[in-house]
């Protein structure tokens, strides 16, 4: 069964940091996409970052030269640092990639989702 894993979510003061982690566990043979979201309270969850299978980065506007993604494909897993923290960055984080296990004999590709971990920035 496959499972993605967050942690390293908390308080924080504006202007401070955090490192969030996800790690994936379970039969993948391969990870493509994998990303982060956000959902603030009364919100529709948002795509914040998302690093493809090269390692290229991608993130939302609001993040940009904050935020950096990594991932390290030997570990199956993503990483979010978060520097100069905002209150509007305020949010539950989610994980979620594309992975593939192996059935009969053939890759089977999934998007699968971390059950999410909570960030607050204090003003």
């Known amino acids: 069964q496959v499972q993605l894993v967050e942690s390293g979510g908390g308080l924080v003061q504006a202007g401070g940091s955090l490192r969030l982690s996800c790690a994936a566990s379970?039969?993948?043979?391969?990870?493509?996409?994998m990303a982060w979201y956000r959902q603030a309270p009364g919100k529709q969850r948002e795509l914040v970052a998302l690093?493809?299978?090269?390692?290229?980065?991608n993130y939302v506007d609001s993040v940009k030269g904050r935020f950096t993604i990594s991932r390290d494909n030997a570990k199956k897993s993503v990483y979010l640092q978060m520097n100069s923290l905002k209150p509007e960055d305020t949010g539950v984080y989610y994980c979620?990639?594309?992975?593939?296990?192996?059935?009969?004999?053939?890759?089977?590709?999934?998007?699968?989702w971390g059950q999410g971990t909570q960030v607050t920035v204090s003003s």
């Open positions: 379970g039969s993948i043979v391969s990870a493509n996409n």
């Open positions: 979620n990639a594309d992975l593939a296990t192996v059935r009969s004999g053939s890759y089977r590709w999934n998007n699968y």
């Open positions: 690093i493809d299978v090269g390692g290229n980065p």
